[in-house]
């Protein structure tokens, strides 16, 4: 870091980050430098936001920033080079109290930002807002549970928790459907799933399968209805018996009339 620090004068770096094919190197001035971390040159002209640069992160092709206004920028490092996101505002939800300590890009490049109170932000392009993905008051088990599909919590989570994370489940499979992420939302899906299965809620088990098999699209997620269908119910097994007889009766028929 003292080489860094040496090129682009003392204190000046203050966000680095990079992988095999792209080295991110963000300033107080506002200023943004990215290498070839093996040949050493230049990949962009130097790009500059005019706020000092406080978090960086690069995934593949992408690179994001956040600066001390506080804002997002997202460029794709691609061929041409464009840019994504550009001076979108954190203010609504950053503060002295609710600083950031983590920013990712995802794998179909959505940036996420997370919160030092636990919530965690993701900006939706098509919605042009951000998305509440994660927060503290959801239930903490549900993730180890959705594991091994079975139920290490001696006693459920209290009533305003569980509705709670029921709701972010719901608004997760709402935003990668909204982004067309089709595995994402199948993943999001089985998991409310077997979050409701786990905690023996019937009603709410039969709204989500009953969504599905009475669906008008042939497709759900990226994927054929009546096999979506069925491999939910794997998924509710014997946990929830009787709710899993009565969806796999109508799965028969249903498959009997195509």
């Known amino acids: 870091s003292s080489g860094i620090n040496a090129e682009y004068g003392e204190g000046g770096v203050t966000a680095l980050s990079g992988n095999e ?3 991110a190197v963000g300033c107080d001035d506002g200023s943004i430098y990215t290498f070839h971390p093996k040949s050493g040159r230049l990949i962009l002209p130097i790009l500059n936001t005019g706020h000092a640069i406080t978090h960086s992160c690069v995934t593949g092709k992408r690179l994001a920033v956040v600066t001390n206004r506080p804002s997002l920028y997202l ?7 464009k840019c994504d996101i550009k001076d979108e505002s954190l203010g609504s939800f950053v503060s002295t109290k609710r600083h950031i300590v983590s920013l990712t890009i995802t794998s179909e490049g959505e940036v996420r930002i997370g919160l030092s109170d636990s919530t965690q932000y993701q900006y939706s392009r098509d919605l042009g807002c951000w998305a509440v993905i994660g927060h503290t008051h959801l239930d903490g088990s549900w993730g180890r549970e959705l594991n091994d599909g079975k139920s290490t919590t001696k006693q459920p989570p209290p009533k305003r928790t569980y509705l709670q994370t029921v709701q972010q489940l719901h608004q997760r499979i709402r935003v990668a459907e909204l982004g067309g992420r089709g595995s994402e939302g199948k993943q999001w899906l089985t998991s409310l799933v077997r979050y409701l299965s786990l905690n023996k809620d019937e009603e709410r088990l039969r709204e989500v399968l009953q969504g599905v098999i009475s669906s008008s699209k042939s497709l759900i997620h990226g994927e054929e209805r009546l096999e979506l269908m069925g491999s939910l ?26």
Request: charged content about 20%; overall charge neutral; hydrophobic content about 35%.
């Open 233 to 258: 119910l794997k998924v509710v097994g014997s946990t929830c018996q009787r709710v899993y007889s009565e969806f796999k009766q109508q799965l028969d028929w249903a498959s009997s009339r195509e």
């Open 21 to 23: 094919s792209m080295v």
């Open 75 to 81: 460029w794709n490092v691609g061929d041409p080079p």
